[in-house]
């Protein structure tokens, strides 16, 4: 099947914003994994009553977490705060001020 140039384009950044996706998710899913393991390790179960959570065991956590959420607004953020909307809408004043500059010098 051939695709005409601007198919082209729709599916590379498709395949791009996907590979972004899966990024993140993997990403998140090592996060899980690890933090699980370091806060487990870390807490002193041996006291009955008292695990020994300490707010030290959380430290990797929270600012791996602050990464996280860096990672996540890079693939996600964008499209709640500067979406497709937003693109075109600044498209369509760009190409009216375009407009009003060729009047001027008509």
Do not use: P
């Amino acid at each position: 099947m051939e695709r005409n140039f601007q198919e082209e384009e729709r599916y590379k950044a498709a395949k791009k914003q996907i590979k972004e996706i899966k990024g993140f998710y993997i990403h998140l899913l090592v996060y899980l994994f690890v933090n699980t393991a370091i806060i487990a390790i870390n807490t002193n179960f041996t006291k009955f009553g008292n695990f020994g959570i300490e707010i030290s065991n959380f430290y990797t956590a929270f600012f791996w977490g602050i990464g996280l959420f860096a990672h996540w607004a890079s693939v996600f953020g964008a499209s709640f705060f500067l979406g497709k909307k937003w693109e075109e809408k600044k498209i369509n004043e760009l190409l009216e001020k375009d407009k009003e500059r060729q009047k001027k010098w008509e």
